[in-house]
């Protein structure tokens, strides 16, 4: 018998959610594409704090602090995706998820999709990271709500 561990990966280790924007794929693309845009308190924040740092971008919250975000690929305007850097406090260890967003046309608009995984691989307890991704679940449906309102309002808007 094999004595190796598993490199299966959890099945509650992804996160996959959609919603329908009344945009073009461009003005969806150029929100999303934007580091850290879901990191907020359910609207879009249209000017946040970023600054960059080599291939990383920090993004800075007044209540939340500081996220360090790469940007993995980017083809626009159909999809992005970041590696969000989750670092505990002098443990020395890097954990990330990776997130991806895909746009995809349809009759008055577009279909945002964002899919989070790696929630497994963040050194932590089964228990603690399914925590993590719980709060993420209810997150993402927020931030899509948010993404679409703030892309319906700003195509909405006069030129």
Partial sequence: MDS???????PLDRIDQSIEIDATAESV????????????????????????????TVVTHP?????????????????????????????????STLVEFHIEPRDGGVVLHVAESGFSKLSKPREEWLEDRAD???GWTTELAAARSFVEATAAQPA
Avoid: C, K
């Fill in 4 to 10: 190796q561990p598993s490199s299966a990966v959890d």
């Fill in 29 to 56: 693309f150029a929100l999303v594409s934007r580091p850290g845009w879901w990191i907020n308190e359910g609207t879009v924040d249209p000017d946040p704090v970023l600054r960059v740092e080599g291939d990383v």
């Fill in 63 to 95: 209540s939340y602090g500081e996220f360090r975000l790469v940007t993995v690929a980017s083809q626009p305007p159909r999809s992005v995706s970041f590696r969000w850097l989750h670092a505990l406090p002098d443990d020395g260890i890097e954990r």
């Fill in 136 to 138: 993420n679940v209810q």
